[in-house]
């Protein structure tokens, strides 16, 4: 099988590359192969078991066209100052200009036109006076809220856009391997994941990998087999925490979401809250040898009593250990069996307590539980010291900018863990020391979030076009 482009995963990064090639009229073949279904096939059983059905051979919440972005809360991160570091890579103003021009295409796919927090500067003002005084940045970002149906709808659209203009789409296909010899990539393995003893080889000129947050293992095993360059990221581990809206209620209409950054003492890890969903749910997301994980969700029309945010602790390894995401695997892995397979949430007055939490005293709680599988435990005994006690910290700082927060009947969820922490060694035209191959998105470690991937993508796809590379 012989093509010009071939890439590996169908989420924001691998859309928008295709995406753009197409817009500038690239008129050759394309291929993109994904491990998980076309998006009108995936489909969670839990919404109507209530139950994680844990999905074999892949989690549609977290595989499939779109990745894990068509059941995401569907946040566009309008500001190159949130959702990674590839600033650092092409250069803020370059970076700034393709986020204006790729909110345009997802504007002409049928996104929202509203943009939450623009308004209201001298309140906001207000917020970011108590932040200060906390210890705490408040991170200015305009949001452009998709919705978590609203985002499938979307990507629908892009998925059929692509395939009529004449891009081809394997699906249930994974990439066993990366065909590289000689430094040069040439194509890739792949099988069906129903039989995966019968592997086909698909050629072409450039191969975009752009596997995910889902695929970042695997990419890190083919660095490692293949020698191509990278260095060990960050591993951001952390919890979601889930409020009362009432709580929450300046800063969801002011902001929708408050994105704060803080060095808490003892340690002064980098802790930051991440996708912020008022009126949310909190999720489950399964990954690879049974590794559960929370998450949330906000849709449009359905609203619950509660928002909810991920806190996560970032940390850094050297020598002589250098492997980040096993590190956090083992972390994650830990907390599922004290859950016996689910996701732990614990009060967080019993935490400071020094207790476990109880089933029944989630039931007379203000508070409830809306990932209603969640079991009521002890996250202490799962998660390391130094993240804990980090996130301990954090909270007791964000008290001071939302009163409440720190409730004793707060609820933290374990484990949130973000796969991104394997950074490929690129230069600003994404090319690796491998001749052929480019690496996007966020298994590259160069971005976080569907804004920044996308961005990845448009701009792969007019170095690709232009053959700039």
Not at 92 to 99: D, M
Request: glycine content about 8%; charged content about 25%.
């Amino acid at each position: 099988m012989k093509y010009d482009v071939l890439i590996v995963g169908t989420g924001p990064a691998g859309i928008f590359t295709a995406l753009e090639l197409l817009r500038n009229n690239y008129g050759k073949k394309i291929m993109m192969i994904e491990q998980g279904r076309s998006l009108e096939r995936r489909a969670c059983a839990k919404f109507k078991t209530k139950d994680c059905a844990k999905c074999r051979p892949y989690c549609h919440i977290t595989s499939g066209f779109s990745g894990a972005g068509a059941f995401s809360d569907g946040k566009l991160s309008l500001s190159y100052e949130v959702g990674g570091d590839l600033p650092d890579l092409i250069g803020s103003k370059v970076t700034q200009e393709i986020i204006d021009y790729t909110d345009k295409i997802y504007l002409d796919f049928g996104a929202d036109e509203k943009i939450e927090g623009t308004e209201n500067a001298e309140k906001i003002k207000d917020i970011r006076r108590r932040a200060i005084q906390s210890g705490l940045k408040l991170v200015d970002c305009p949001i452009r809220h998709l919705g978590t149906e609203k985002a499938r709808e979307i990507y629908l659209q892009l998925q059929k856009y692509l395939i009529e203009n004449g891009v081809e789409i394997l699906y249930n296909t994974v990439c066993l391997d990366l065909n590289i010899s000689g430094g040069e990539c040439s194509g890739a393995k792949c099988a069906d994941v129903s039989n995966l003893n019968k592997p086909i080889v698909i050629n072409a000129e450039h191969i975009v990998v752009a596997a995910g947050r889902k695929g970042a293992h695997w990419l890190d095993k083919m660095c490692r087999i293949h020698n191509i360059d990278h260095k060990p990221g960050t591993v951001d581990i952390g919890v979601r925490v889930e409020v009362r809206n009432e709580i929450m209620e300046e800063v969801n209409e002011l902001l929708y979401e408050a994105k704060l950054v803080g060095y808490p003492k003892p340690f002064k890890n980098k802790v930051r809250t991440f996708c912020q969903n008022p009126g949310g749910f909190v999720s489950q997301e399964n990954y690879d040898d049974n590794l559960a994980l929370v998450n949330g969700h906000s849709y449009k029309e359905i609203k619950s009593a509660n928002t909810n945010i991920a806190i996560l602790c970032s940390h850094n390894f050297s020598v002589p250990f250098n492997e980040p995401i096993s590190y956090a695997q083992k972390v994650g892995k830990l907390a599922n069996m004290l859950a016996d397979g689910h996701i732990l949430v614990q009060r967080y007055g019993d935490i400071l307590d020094g207790k476990r939490t109880w089933a029944n005293e989630l039931e007379l709680s203000n508070v409830r539980p809306t990932l209603k599988d969640a079991v009521a435990g002890d996250i202490s005994a799962a998660l390391p010291y130094r993240t804990l006690i980090n996130i301990l910290s954090f909270i007791q700082a964000m008290d001071k900018v939302v009163t409440g927060f720190a409730s004793s009947e707060t609820l933290l969820y374990a484990p949130e863990i973000k796969f991104y922490s394997n950074k490929i060694q690129m230069d600003d035209r994404f090319n690796t020391n491998i001749k052929n191959l480019h690496c996007l998105g966020d298994s590259s470690g160069w971005t976080r979030g569907l804004m920044m991937a996308s961005v990845m993508g448009v701009l792969m796809g007019r170095y690709i076009n232009s053959r700039e590379l």
